[in-house]
């Protein structure tokens, strides 16, 4: 129900944080490191969980026969009886619920901006999928993704640095929007199933062709954005490491292009879509950290 295969994205998003600190001179502290990783993995697993939950009691996973499983369409351990709806609750309740105490020790170690981000990044976890807001179900999903891993982002550079800073909140934008567009191709196979529910996810409201242009255009704005901030002498030149991500995206954007309508032909594409956002966070973490080094 946690979802492993996709807390890497979440690894990887704490690993770029932790390098603008350590480019910028900011030092490196390990056992603040470990925190903050742990912590931050845990929101992302208890974030999947309550998703499970909720889509278990709108119907959504259970009328889903065209998931592209483990990539959409939910765990289903509880559509395949392996565990109770119950019981996905009470596991997304221990997982959260125990962030808070995590939290405010770590945020007594680091400073009081540390439960800002972590208060934004509960309420989103829990606002995306549970009522009344149901995020993921008024075509807002991806917006919510975007800025959830942009404060882990901002969060693991805060605890290194123990302040705010404007280089990594520019920067991690272009991440953010890579993985908005985890959710959105995820959405093309789930579509069926979140309209018959009353799910009205972006892929719902737009409908494949436009969603799928609607990808092309984020994957490039991010890359973008990116560019522009090394332009505009906001990260360093090296940053443009990140770059190498592009081609990923645009094979993604191809692929998702020909076969919108063929969802059950989109894994490859949803697989170069996670790619895509792991390697450009590691690779922009990499760029940042040979300045270090040198």
């Known amino acids: 129900m946690t979802r492993p295969h996709f807390l890497l994205l979440t690894a990887a998003a704490c690993v770029l ?31 999947n969980v309550l998703n499970d939950y909720h889509d278990a009691r709108n119907g959504a996973d259970a009328a889903n026969q065209q998931g592209l499983y483990p990539f959409s369409g939910g765990a289903r351990l509880i559509q395949q009886g392996q565990v109770s709806a119950l019981d996905t609750a009470r596991w997304a309740a221990l997982l959260l619920l125990l962030l808070i105490p995590a939290g405010l020790l770590l945020a007594v170690k ?19 999928s549970a009522p009344p807001f149901k995020l993921m179900s008024r075509g807002l ?23 705010f800073f404007l280089i990594p909140a520019v920067s991690a934008v272009s991440f953010g929007l890579l993985v908005a567009n985890i959710l959105l191709i995820a ?22 062709r436009r969603a799928a242009w609607l990808y092309l255009g984020i994957a490039l704005a991010a890359h973008g954005w990116l560019a522009l901030g090394v332009w505009l002498l906001i990260p360093p030149t090296t940053a443009l490491w990140g770059m190498v991500s592009l081609p990923l995206s645009l094979a993604a954007a191809a692929s998702l292009m020909h076969h919108a309508h063929a969802a059950q032909r989109l894994q490859p594409a949803m697989v170069l879509t996670i790619a895509a956002a792991v390697v450009h966070a ?13």
């Open 282 to 294: 590691l690779a922009v973490s990499a760029g940042l950290m040979s300045l270090a080094w040198g």
């Open 187 to 208: 959405g093309f196979a789930d579509a069926p199933s979140d309209a018959q529910v009353g799910k009205k996810t972006l892929v719902v409201r737009m409908g494949a």
């Open 141 to 163: 999903g991806e917006v919510t993704a975007a800025v959830a891993w942009w404060l882990v982002v901002l969060g693991a550079d805060y605890v290194q640095r123990r302040h």
């Open 17 to 47: 944080g932790m390098s603008f600190a350590v480019a910028c001179g900011c030092g490196f502290d390990p056992a603040r490191a470990a925190a903050t990783m742990v912590l931050a993995i845990m929101a992302h697993a208890g974030a």
């Open 110 to 128: 680091t400073g009081g901006g540390l439960l800002l981000i972590g208060m934004a990044g509960l309420f989103l976890a829990w606002a995306y």
